[in-house]
């Protein structure tokens, strides 16, 4: 079967340092993958995306980067704020089936000390 | 902020009682999907609708049915509520044919007693 999850359910750094936060999946024939960030009281809010074809994609201080061939993808949050502190979450889309299905992991909370 | 607007925001109900919450899309999506997130989880899909038709369906029984409207807002109702029903209901609205991402609304914060 299909699915999403992370290595870590927490992750605590300190305000300025790099964040990284690590998710596996296991359908070899996910096509598209997407970053959410949920902040207490409110929905998943989009912070990247990437498709199959990328190995790397950055945005406004975050990358996200793509391994294939070990099925693993990760978040990269530069010089983290207090602001980033929230439940990360990656997805999985597969165009091959129900649009707008994403498969969730069960998130990892990250926490910024100032 | 998404655009994707909930209502209400929380809501009790007891065992074996009917809900409906609703979900307003944001401007110029065509498309609605119905997510459901335990405490401590990642949201589970539940259903998909495009041109007021179900368009995908989770794991979900049944009981859990919804509906669009022309104005591309939907609906989710639940029926014979269970305690296993409290969560937070989520609601995304997205473009079919255009980029397609998701934006998710706050949600509607369910409690079964």
């Known amino acids: 079967g299909e699915s999403v999850g992370l290595h870590l359910p927490t992750l605590s750094v300190q305000e300025g340092d790099n964040s990284i936060i690590n998710c596996a999946y296991s359908?070899?024939?996910?096509?598209?993958f997407i970053w959410y960030k949920q902040e207490s009281g409110k929905g998943p809010q989009f912070i990247i995306d990437?498709?199959?074809?990328?190995d790397k994609r950055q945005g406004q201080r975050v990358t996200v980067l793509l391994n294939k061939t070990v099925k693993h993808l990760s978040l990269q949050i530069a010089a983290t704020q207090p602001g980033d502190s929230a439940v990360y979450f990656c997805?999985?889309?597969?165009?091959?089936?129900?649009?707008?299905?994403?498969?969730f992991g069960k998130g990892t909370k990250l926490s910024v000390k100032p | 902020e998404t655009g994707v607007t909930q209502s209400p925001t929380h809501l009790i109900k007891t065992r074996g009682q009917q809900v409906t919450l609703r979900c307003s899309s944001q401007?110029?999506?065509?498309?609605v999907s119905w997510y459901q997130q335990a405490l401590g989880q990642g949201p589970q899909f539940i259903f998909q609708?495009?041109?007021?038709?179900?368009?995908g369906r989770g794991n979900f029984p049944p009981r859990f049915s919804g509906l669009q409207f022309p104005n591309y807002s939907s609906e989710l109702n639940v029926n014979a509520l269970e305690l296993d029903d409290s969560a937070l209901y989520l609601c995304?609205?997205?473009?079919?044919?255009?980029?397609?991402?998701?934006?998710f609304g706050s949600g509607t914060q369910l409690s079964v007693l």
């Open positions: 997805a999985d889309q597969n165009y091959g089936g129900s649009q707008g299905n994403l498969i």
């Open positions: 990437i498709r199959s074809n990328m």
């Open positions: 359908n070899s024939a996910s096509d598209y």
């Open positions: 995304a609205s997205s473009l079919r044919g255009g980029d397609e991402k998701l934006f």
């Open positions: 401007s110029g999506h065509n498309t």
């Open positions: 609708y495009y041109r007021e038709e179900e368009n």
